[in-house]
């Protein structure tokens, strides 16, 4: 008894700590907030719509962003968008007050002795979050204020010429007519027009012979095309202009609509534990509806809706099956990974197709599952851990200095970071983030990560199909795609080869693109489009490595290989033995040739007379019988002395010489 009410004691008292320290918190929290000045009474506030009517402050998050232009007939002097913005940032700061009040008086009571430590966190964290929640709104309540604000003083400026009175008449009359000169950014704008007129502008392009309004050139749709699809789905300029080079404008429209929805669930059976009927049933069990993703692939299944987590399941959790996009298992089946190959993942996070490798490869051989970033290396070993991958190395290197710490690869994935302009629909930030030079960065990472790959890959492959490095991307933009591959095609000795991949699945890569002009057989690799097949934007080229010579190294004349350099070795020998015909030719010795008082260092015999007393006791060989090539390698002068058997020898010798050379270069 002594123990347990000396334990409750300490329990106690520790409670007692954490309630004056949360009340120290809580005061403390008050006295900064008692600093904005205080008002009596705040019970509505003004909502901002082209009306005066006012809510509650818990509806002031249904706010009208876009007002109607009709609006701006109801804005005189005496409006309330008129008030100065320091009042109204007051206001705002007093809502804030007030709530956080209630909140505070809401949910600190005298009972804080009974929550439990756990409970007291959870309190603090809602408290920071309606915190930030309600600092937000009171932002974009003052940004709305002023936007209109500076609406009002516009419509009120007169024009010269008297028409100050039809002044909203003339902003609704550009407004129907769709003045090209109307900025399509603003608010002003209706969204159900902005559609209708994207969707007419469209119709004119695809038959602007008959459709076109006269005074107006493709151009000048065009232009207000763009803007459209800018204000309609919220992309930057740029980004706008890189779809519409890519497609056409009706397929432009589809490719941003396919955009704003999310793709389909999907995931992949792991094969090392279970089957795809096992797995459908215990999922179908547990409520999930779900149906094979395509006759493409046999692990892939589609999930349409779900009453569980479906990524919380107990197969989950026991490694059964992978979450992952569909577009990811096609580079996969491009590399078709086979039992007890050497493969390396060049960019392995979070592990998707590093799994799916491994179980290809039945758990057999050697997969290298490599990743430059530290702090992602966590998902991958887990991921790795949890489907039961058992023959793979995780590594923590730069890939572009890769083969400096490894190489020999039967087959390597280069999946290689980019702008991911094919997964807007998952990170709609692409939208407006990325610019031109976000493009030349990516661009030149992944030149520098293919030319790694390939020159980590054996082109002396044992494997079946071996020496395959594949390179693919989440984007659908060109210098991330064909350009990267055009400018390994220039360094190194490879070739495009199929992509594997259904034939009637993907669209071909371009081979020729406004200026730009790329080698036929970019025709071979695959692109993936969302509104083509339903599934994030890839790009998929395989590429298969002829040998292990540099482009670049033969322009410079440097070798860099082991057999090049035999060979210039041989080619110096060969030059520098180079024998003289006239010589071979005619062993008769001159009459007005002066004697040679030298002897012959090449000769056996020491004691041998000089060149010009010798007569040929034995037969010479045919020269016109023996190759060029042979006689380069003749001496100049050949002993009386040799047989002929050991002569047949050494030209027999030579010719195999020099036959090898010929098809070491063929």
């Known amino acids: 008894m002594a123990k347990f009410s000396a334990l409750k004691r300490s329990r106690v008292s520790n409670i ?38 006012t809510d509650e402050t818990d509806d002031f998050n249904d706010v009208d962003i876009g007002a109607d232009a009709g609006a701006l007939n109801e804005f005189d002097e005496t409006d309330e968008f008129t008030e100065s913005n320091d009042d109204y940032i007051e206001n705002n700061k007093t809502v804030k007050k007030q709530i956080f009040e209630e909140f505070i008086d809401s949910d600190h009571d005298e009972n804080d002795a009974t929550l439990l430590e756990i409970e007291k966190k959870a309190l603090k964290v809602d408290a920071k979050k309606a915190k930030e929640q309600f600092e937000s709104r009171a932002e974009l309540l003052e940004a709305l204020q002023r936007q209109k604000k500076s609406i009002t003083t516009k419509a009120k400026q007169p024009k010269a010429g008297g028409e100050d009175e039809d002044e909203d008449d003339l902003i609704q009359e550009k407004i129907l007519q769709h003045d090209p000169r109307t ?18 502008i469209v119709n004119v392009l695809n038959d602007f012979k008959n459709l076109a309004s006269r005074g107006r050139s493709r151009s000048d749709y065009v232009r207000q095309l763009k803007q459209d699809l800018s204000a309609y789905y919220g992309y930057s300029e740029f980004m706008i202009d890189l779809i519409m080079d890519l497609f056409p404008c009706s397929e432009s429209l589809e490719f941003l609509e396919s955009n704003e929805g999310a793709r389909p669930v999907t995931l992949r059976v792991n094969t090392l534990k279970t089957r795809r009927r096992e797995l459908a049933q215990s999922l179908i069990q547990r409520g999930v509806n779900l149906d094979p993703l395509g006759k493409w692939t046999p692990v892939g299944l589609v999930v349409y809706e779900s009453s569980v987590p479906i990524g919380a399941t107990p197969e989950y959790l026991a490694g059964h099956y992978m979450l992952q996009g569909a577009a990811s298992l096609l580079p996969i089946i491009s590399l078709a990974p086979q039992p007890n190959d050497r493969i390396l993942d060049m960019c392995a996070a979070p592990g998707g197709k590093t799994t799916h490798i491994a179980a290809m490869m039945k758990n057999t051989g050697l997969l290298v599952a490599n990743d430059s970033n530290k702090d992602r290396l966590k998902a991958l070993i887990a991921n790795i851990h949890r489907l039961g991958c058992r023959n793979t190395i995780v590594t923590n290197y730069d890939g572009k200095k890769f083969p400096e710490v490894m190489g020999g690869f039967d087959r390597i994935l280069c999946d ?67 350009q990267v591959v055009e400018y390994a095609l220039s360094k190194r000795d490879i070739k495009i080869i199929d992509s594997g991949l259904p034939e009637d699945f993907g669209r071909p890569g371009f081979t020729k693109f406004k200026e730009h002009r790329f080698h036929p057989t970019m025709e071979l690799a695959r692109r993936v489009y969302p509104h083509t097949h339903n599934m994030d934007g890839f790009f998929i080229c395989k590429i298969k490595k002829l040998s292990n010579e540099r482009k670049d190294s033969k322009q410079k004349g440097k070798p860099k290989q082991n057999n090049q350099t035999k060979k210039q070795n041989q080619k110096k020998k060969s030059n520098n033995q180079q024998p003289n015909n ?46 060029n090539q042979i006689t380069n390698q003749i001496p100049n002068q050949i002993p009386n002395q040799i047989p002929n058997q050991i002569l047949n020898q050494i030209l027999n010798q030579i010719l195999n010489q020099i036959l090898n050379q010929i098809l070491n270069q063929i």
């Open 183 to 200: 900025a399509a950014g603003q608010d002003l704008l209706d969204l159900k027009s902005v559609q209708t007129r994207i969707r007419d």
């Open 416 to 482: 290689a970071p980019c702008t991911g302009t094919g997964v807007i629909s998952r990170d709609p930030s692409v939208k407006v983030r990325r610019t031109q030079d976000d493009f030349d960065r990516c661009c030149e990472i992944q030149k520098t990560l293919l030319l790694a790959a390939i020159d980590a890959i054996d082109a002396n492959s044992k494997s079946i199909g071996g020496g395959i490095v594949v390179y693919c991307t989440c984007s659908i933009s060109i210098e991330e795609n064909e």
């Open 582 to 627: 006239n010589q071979l030719n005619n062993k008769q010795p001159n009459a007005n040739q002066q004697p040679n008082t030298k002897p012959n260092t090449n000769q056996p015999n020491t004691n041998q007379q000089p060149n010009t007393k010798q007569q040929p006791n034995t037969k010479q060989p045919n020269i016109d019988e023996i190759p």
């Open 16 to 53: 007692n700590y954490d309630n004056q320290q949360q009340k120290l918190l809580t005061n403390k929290f008050k006295q900064n907030v008692n600093k904005i000045d205080e008002i009596d009474e705040i019970d509505e506030i003004d909502e901002i719509d082209e009306t005066d009517e």
